[in-house]
């Protein structure tokens, strides 16, 4: 276990130990200690047995001679893994020969003159060598064991490190850590909200927030001019690979601050986690991107820059094509662009593959081209191309022999995001040995939906670039929000926020929010603005995401201590789970007659499980 | 506003202020500013209009002279109080004869060369001078703007110093930091548990934690030899002064630790956030003293040993009396026992109110006696107590002329009970400028009713001094819990705990709990046990309390950002509230049909609030 030494001040205070395991070193040499923590391994060599003994700052060799009685013959005899154990003996060099350089103990061993069996341990459901691939629901079923193993006690470091950094930031900066309740209103919008019935007032429920949004607002219109806090968030739906149920984010905000120091302070904070997890980044300031460029270059609004392969419109080389599958895009107005794959070197069947991947993705189809060594295109559409055409193409994607030309002709939007998946599927590089950190700010008001409707795409609270702009054309307006983006993933979002009740009441408006409505929704916010609200933006940024990517983990799950299923169960404790009929009444409610009644349908199909 | 200047790296680099209104000194003389926050208070002489400039850093005076025009006329005569302003100007020496000596800035002041209103304000529902009095439901209404009167913001400030001091011990202490989750499992005792229904899982709820007590344990599985966190906790009843639905706890484990090294930790804790928060307490140990003393000597497991005033046994003194009252209690296997109040000086009527407190806290009576000068007793029931019995008394209580005497006679519980109230009432100091700390330590595994039942004192996770003293006289047997106590109030407690499967399932048994029921409420922890628990040990300390005594508060809502009130209400935001139905519905759950009918029944006498 690479870790750094706890601090031993404490433990040498301590009953049972005076000494970490993997604090020991040449310099120990003679020392007496008293050790404690897990047999991790354990040999027998005619007679001798030797063990890995494990505790939170590494291991150490331990040699237990049977003829010097360090326990009865039976206790060392029957000693197994995971018994947790107390040694006391003496430091010494191992024998030459049998030194491990690759164990920072590895130059010695400590010979016990007494152990102890703290208490024993049942066999194992899974090894804890790190040698093993295990299924991830028996891991979360016995987290406490997973916790032993390597990896996930280094995640569970590295995270407490990167909230201590970001914290130390903060503190040095001068912002106040303030406590935002978790216990909040709910708003009829709440069809998000994860409910807490009240058992003081029956039939009156909390709402767990989804972020401390409307708090830290409250806090600016308060006169603390600089917030933070390491908040807990909820949201009981969209259990994709990388969420959870319950998520922590780092959430600060500054009153009389816009974007800049928004984002000067967010680098501040980034470049200290990265820098406090053993990571390095250069000096230049994070790229920036507008939502704009960022579509249109990389067709997504999390680019990953680690690699360019950047989408290029090749629409003007097919002005007046015969190909007719691309003049019919443009004829209705759609486009044509693609990306230079590269040198992929694939073979036929792995260039249908990527035809199968984009349409996967939703292409109808995809274009792909070889370069070969005389500058021609080997391609199933080249015949269909003009020599004109072929050749701007080549200069278009900036093509050399051998590299795969991808082309997709659509609707804009789709070219773009398909071409940005393919983008990521042949060019994203594996783990994160490099980290690409972008700023895309300039982001849309309004999403447009398919049928061309428009949804919000961000809190109603976030102020426009222009007020008249969104009035006049909102399917094009720009709101002051932006993005933290590390290699191709969101780590985290803020605005400025609007800080005029008369301008929050007009971008109600234009969302389509009603007085009425609006005055039911946020009230007693809108008359909190009234109050010399002070200009102020902010930002919130997802822990697991930021250091599970730091940590080289594919998925948040792993630097989570206590993480929950893709569907919100934990396998460990078992929640969520079904509660006496007693336990609600006392709360004022009740199971909804349809789900009784389902579970009635299973129980008749099934053996009972639960009682309820 | 007495608060230490705010890092102004970063303000520096603000659109809208250069520094804080605050730091201003008179070094700064010439220097051109730009400030920014709001007008506390706005004074006309003459034409010149006088300025009191608050931002989160404190006050300064600025000048606005309409001849310079810095403004229009309508805006500088427009300006209002807790208007949000911007001003640019030039540092200067305050005219002779208007120096404010109380005021940090009060030697300089800012001639404004601009002004501008960068947000409005409606007229206060309060003034913000900390002068009046207010009433505490319109604070909490608006407390975004109660946060800006100088009492608020230095708690809100002290709160947040107080938890970096213990983040700062705990990572001095090689603690890491873990985060265990919120949403967790609820268990059958859980009548108590905050549900949390959940929406992916219809009819299944989580649990929000009382404590997390199980995680931490799980975590001392896991190996993390050294737990903290500052954690969120629930509790849904029981609103007394000092409690609220969601409070925060400094909770903390160690492995390998006994009761020793996490009292040793704790005294360093509370060292650090007094010293931290501007206090000094003596070098001296925390006292340390055991359940039975504490009880015996101040009747109350939360001594508040600011002042002595012990309770003392008086009983030997009355073996023979001829006292009725006081036979007849010894008799039965009471005790009489008494407090030397001291020098209380009260006439006939203060003495007959303190017999009526006695009888208001559960006595039967309460006999006052006050020292002559000559040494004899007055006391209405002097009469019947002999020259011996009398002596005792005086004796026995040290006292000395003019003192007052208290005695109770009643089963001892009682006696000791009321005693300690008297006790309070009459000796308490009013104030916090002593902090007498107090470990209480050795308490009873149970609770002893009134009629005789015995019901767990602590969560039955905690170790028992003695497991046969436990299994063979229950009723008086030690467990190795202990409590900190600060001025009369518990701050915290936590125990060694059992880490022992064989032990435990024991304690189960002695508390009744039976297998099956231990397996159902507690299974997957039970199993966890048997894989190497390490013998372990920890505490939970209360933000908000601590705080509030070390800030000379009355109650906890004080040194809460957005605290409730004592039925768990927001008068800011309105929750908890009644929720859509569809709502519900979403969820799998309706309000119970009684609720409901309630509610019409209100309804029908009452115009409908809420859209239900």
């Known amino acids: 276990m690479a870790q750094e030494p706890m601090n031993t001040d404490l433990m040498k205070s301590g009953l049972l130990k005076t000494t970490g395991a993997g604090v020991l070193r040449e310099h120990d040499l003679g020392a007496e200690v008293q050790l404690a923590g897990w047999v991790a391994r354990r040999r027998d060599h005619g007679g001798v047995i030797f063990i890995d003994l494990r505790d939170s700052t590494g291991f150490v060799q331990v040699v237990l001679n049977p003829e010097e009685a360090p326990a009865p013959e039976d206790v060392l005899h029957g000693l197994r893994i995971e018994y947790c154990v107390q040694v006391m ?362 049928d061309g409707a428009l949804s919000p795409a961000h809190h109603p609270f976030t102020a426009p670039a222009d007020l008249d702009a969104l009035v006049h054309a909102p399917e094009t307006a720009v709101s002051k929000a932006y993005d933290l983006v590390l290699n191709g993933s969101e780590l985290g979002s803020g605005s400025v926020r609007i800080h005029d009740a008369a301008m929050q009441a007009k971008v109600f408006e234009v969302m389509g929010i009603s007085d009425e409505d609006a005055e039911g929704r946020f009230g007693w916010f809108l008359e909190a603005l009234r109050y010399g609200t002070p200009p102020h933006a902010g930002f919130a940024l997802g822990v697991a995401r930021f250091v599970s990517i730091l940590q080289g983990e594919p998925n948040i799950r792993e630097v989570i201590p206590f993480p929950k299923t893709q569907t919100g169960a934990d396998p460990l404790t078992g929640s969520p789970s079904r509660v006496k009929k007693d336990q609600l009444e006392e709360l004022g409610i009740c199971v909804a007659p349809d789900v009784v009644a389902a579970w009635a349908e299973e129980a008749d199909s099934d053996p009972p499980t639960t009682d309820t």
Chains 1, 2 share one sequence.
């Not at 064991?145 to 996930?152: E, F, K, N, S």
């Not at 058992?199 to 009156?204: F, T």
């Not at 900036?398 to 082309?407: F, M, V």
Request: hydrophobic share 40%; net charge negative; charged share 25%.
């Open 89 to 450: 003996g003496t430091v010494r060099q191992r024998p030459e020969g049998t030194v491990n350089p690759d164990l920072p103990t590895g130059a010695v061993e400590v010979v016990a003159q007494r152990l102890r069996v703290l208490s024993t341990s049942e066999p194992l459901p899974f090894p804890l060598d790190g040698r093993t691939d295990i299924d991830e629901g028996l891991r979360l079923q016995y987290r406490y064991l997973d916790m032993r193993r390597d990896r996930v006690s280094r995640n569970l470091r590295a995270r407490s490190k990167a909230i201590r950094a970001m914290r130390n930031v903060m503190d040095e900066q001068g912002f106040l850590e303030v406590e935002t309740p978790t216990l909040i209103a709910s708003t009829p919008e709440g069809a998000r909200d994860m409910l807490v019935p009240s058992r003081l007032r029956q039939g009156q429920f909390y709402a767990l927030p989804q972020s401390p949004q409307l708090f830290k607002q409250l806090l600016m219109i308060g006169g603390v001019e600089r917030y933070y806090q390491i908040a807990r968030c909820y949201r009981d739906e969209d259990f994709r690979a990388d969420r959870q149920v319950e998520f922590t984010q780092l959430d600060f905000e500054g009153a009389f601050w816009g974007q800049e120091e928004v984002l000067a302070t967010i680098e501040l904070v980034a470049r200290r986690v990265v820098a406090d997890l053993g990571h390095s980044i250069g000096p230049d300031p994070f790229v920036r991107m507008t939502y704009a460029e960022a579509m249109e270059s990389y067709g997504s609004d999390k680019p990953d820059v680690r690699f360019d392969m950047k989408i290029v419109d090749l629409s003007e080389a097919f002005t007046d094509t015969d190909f007719k599958a691309f003049a019919g895009v443009l004829a209705d107005g759609g486009s044509v662009r693609g990306i230079n794959g590269g040198q992929l070197g694939l073979a036929r069947a792995g260039l249908d593959a990527l035809v199968s991947e984009a349409q996967d993705v939703g292409a109808k189809g995809l274009v792909w081209m070889v370069v070969e060594d005389d500058g021609s295109l080997r391609s199933p559409v080249a015949k269909f191309l003009s020599d004109t055409e072929q050749a701007d193409i080549a200069s278009g994607l900036s093509a050399t022999p051998g590299d795969t030309l991808l082309i997709v002709a659509d609707h804009t939007n789709t070219v773009l995001d398909v071409l940005g998946r393919m983008r990521l599927h042949v060019g994203q590089p594996d783990g994160h040995d490099e980290l690409a950190f972008v700023f895309v700010v300039d982001f849309p008001v309004f999403e447009v939906g398919e």
